[in-house]
T-cell receptor
Framework: SQTIHQWPATLVQPVGSPLSLECTVEGTSNPNLYWYRQAAGRGLQLLFY??????ISSEVPQNLSASRPQDRQFILSSKKLLLSDSGFYLC??????????FGDGTRLSIL | DQQVKQNSPSLSVQEGRISILNCDYTNSMFDYFLWYKKYPAEGPTFLISISSIKDKNEDGRFTVFLNKSAKHLSLHIVPSQPGDSAVYFC??????????FGKGTKLSVKP
C-alpha cells in the first residue's frame, strides 16, 4: 500500500526566510503527486500537481514553487515566506484507480 | 467561486443516532465524488466514494447518496460513534485528477 512521508511535522519560520518541505512516497511507482494547503478556516486548496519527474503544474500563482527531482519525491519551496503562507501543507499521491492518499502534513507558522 | 460546497461548518449528533453530512457541487461535468475524514494535525483519510453512474454506495456504517439532478450528495453515518468525531471533506475529481474540496464539516458525536 502507498505510504507518504512528510517532514517536518511542524515548522516555525520568520517572514522573509526560505522554505523547503519534502514529501516522499513508498509503495507505488510513477504516481501523480499533489501539494495542497489548508489555511485557517478554509478548505483544502490545490497548489501544485505533478504527473512525472520534472513536470509541475501550478494551480495558484504565488511565491511558492514545487519540484519533482525523482519519481517519488516532491518538494515545496519558497525563496521568501510571507505571513499569508501560514497553513497546513499536505502532500498527496494517486495512481491508477486508487483514491488520493495523503501524508500527515506539515503545520507551517510564519512569525 | 467554489465548485464544491459544504454549507454546514459543524454538526453535533448524539451517539447511536444518524449523522447526515451534505455537499453541493456546481460543475455538472464532475463524475466522481469522494468523502475524506480528517483528525486534527493529520492528513485526510479516504472514507468512501461514488461514481456518477450510481446513486448510492454503502460501506458498513457509511453510505453516500448522489442526486445528480440536484448536484447534491450526502454522507450518512449510522449509528454514529464518538470516534467518528472529525472534520469531513467532500471532494470531486477535477480534470487533472486533482481533488476539489469543500470547506469541510466538523462532526461532533456526543456520548
Amino acid at each position: 500500500s502507498q505510504t507518504i512521508h512528510q517532514w517536518p511535522a511542524t515548522l516555525v519560520q520568520p517572514v522573509g526566510s526560505p522554505l523547503s518541505l519534502e514529501c516522499t512516497v513508498e509503495g507505488t511507482s510513477n504516481p501523480n503527486l499533489y501539494w495542497y494547503r489548508q489555511a485557517a478556516g478554509r478548505g483544502l486548496q490545490l497548489l501544485f500537481y505533478s504527473v512525472g519527474i520534472g513536470q509541475i503544474s501550478s494551480e495558484v500563482p504565488q511565491n511558492l514553487s514545487a519540484s519533482r527531482p525523482q519519481d517519488r519525491q516532491f518538494i515545496l519551496s519558497s525563496k521568501k515566506l510571507l505571513l499569508s503562507d501560514s497553513g497546513f501543507y499536505l502532500c498527496a499521491c494517486s495512481g491508477g484507480t486508487q483514491p488520493q492518499h495523503f501524508g500527515d502534513g506539515t503545520r507551517l507558522s510564519i512569525l | 467561486d467554489q465548485q464544491v460546497k459544504q454549507n454546514s461548518p459543524s454538526l453535533s449528533v448524539q451517539e447511536g443516532r444518524i449523522s447526515i453530512l451534505n455537499c453541493d457541487y456546481t460543475n455538472s461535468m464532475f463524475d466522481y465524488f469522494l468523502w475524506y475524514k480528517k483528525y486534527p494535525a493529520e492528513g485526510p483519510t479516504f472514507l468512501i466514494s461514488i461514481s456518477s453512474i450510481k446513486d448510492k454506495n454503502e460501506d458498513g456504517r457509511f453510505t453516500v447518496f448522489l442526486n445528480k439532478s440536484a448536484k447534491h450528495l450526502s454522507l450518512h453515518i449510522v449509528p454514529s460513534q464518538p470516534g467518528d468525531s472529525a472534520v469531513y471533506f467532500c471532494a470531486a475529481t477535477g480534470s487533472q485528477g486533482n481533488l476539489i474540496f469543500g470547506k469541510g464539516t466538523k462532526l461532533s458525536v456526543k456520548p
